[in-house]
């Protein structure tokens, strides 16, 4: 029902700033909250943000709070990830991912639809 595709992913330098964006494919889209996710090798599946279906109610990982913002346009059916003061520990694919409920938070396994992902780089 539902198609993800990141992008804006890259190379960046330590302090510097991205912006991700993941457009959805499908009628249903404005009823599902929207997650991002990353993934360094070898390590975990680690959340990072989730905005509700109103944009209306968002949490973050204290990892990346005050720093990333999450936002969606239900018009353009994208979700954004803006990210400033970029780590290098940052470095990881960011995946989008689509939940019934915000309320699922940082619960991969109750995420329905997920992107292929986009490597973000942070140097130095």
């Known amino acids: 029902q539902v198609q993800l595709v990141e992008s804006g992913g890259g190379l960046v330098q330590a302090g510097g700033s991205l912006r991700l964006s993941c457009a959805a494919s499908?009628?249903?889209?404005?009823?599902?909250?929207m997650g991002w996710f990353r993934q360094a090798p070898g390590k975990e599946r680690e959340f990072v943000a989730v905005?509700?279906?109103?944009?209306?109610?968002?949490y973050y990982a204290d990892s990346v709070k005050g720093r990333f913002t999450i936002s969606r346009d239900n018009v353009k059916n994208t979700v954004y990830l803006q990210m400033n003061s970029l780590k290098p520990e940052d470095t990881a694919v960011y995946y989008c991912?689509?939940?019934?409920?915000?309320?699922?938070?940082?619960?991969?396994?109750?995420?329905?639809?997920w992107g292929q992902g986009t490597q973000v780089t942070v140097s130095s």
């Open positions: 499908g009628r249903t889209f404005s009823r599902y909250a």
């Open positions: 991912a689509a939940a019934p409920t915000v309320g699922v938070k940082a619960d991969h396994g109750r995420y329905d639809y």
């Open positions: 905005i509700s279906w109103s944009g209306g109610t968002t």
